[in-house]
């Protein structure tokens, strides 16, 4: 029984900053992927940025040089750093665990971006 728990979501300008947090709690193998999808209003969710155990990366195009992933080495957490926030970037923000054939999910945080 593997839980994640999300925080950071807001409501933030055109231009800003937000970091976002999850912590997954349970039983976890040491050797996993974590990450970050999102899901707009009426689209199909999409990967934002994945970091596995090992400190490799990957990003969205959409988000490159914008956002940046990270994790604690000492536990399951995962951070994501958003920076030059765009209108399109509004979102649920879903955070991930994967390993092997186990899939675990938050329930999302949202970020709402206006201007």
């Known amino acids: 029984q593997v839980q994640l728990v999300e925080s950071g979501g807001a409501l933030v300008q055109a231009g800003g900053s937000l970091r976002l947090s999850c912590a997954a709690f349970?039983?976890?193998?040491?050797?996993?992927?974590m990450g970050w999808y999102r899901q707009a209003p009426g689209k199909q969710r999409e990967l934002v940025a994945i970091?596995?155990?090992?400190?490799?990366?990957n990003y969205a195009d959409s988000v490159k040089g914008r956002f940046t992933i990270s994790r604690a080495s000492a536990k399951n957490t995962v951070y994501l750093q958003m920076n030059s926030l765009k209108s399109e970037d509004t979102a649920v923000y879903y955070c991930?665990?994967?390993?092997?054939?186990?899939?675990?999910w938050g329930k999302g945080t949202l970020v709402t971006v206006s201007s």
């Open positions: 970091i596995t155990s090992g400190g490799i990366t």
């Open positions: 991930n665990l994967n390993w092997g054939r186990m899939d675990y």
């Open positions: 349970g039983s976890i193998f040491s050797i996993n992927t």
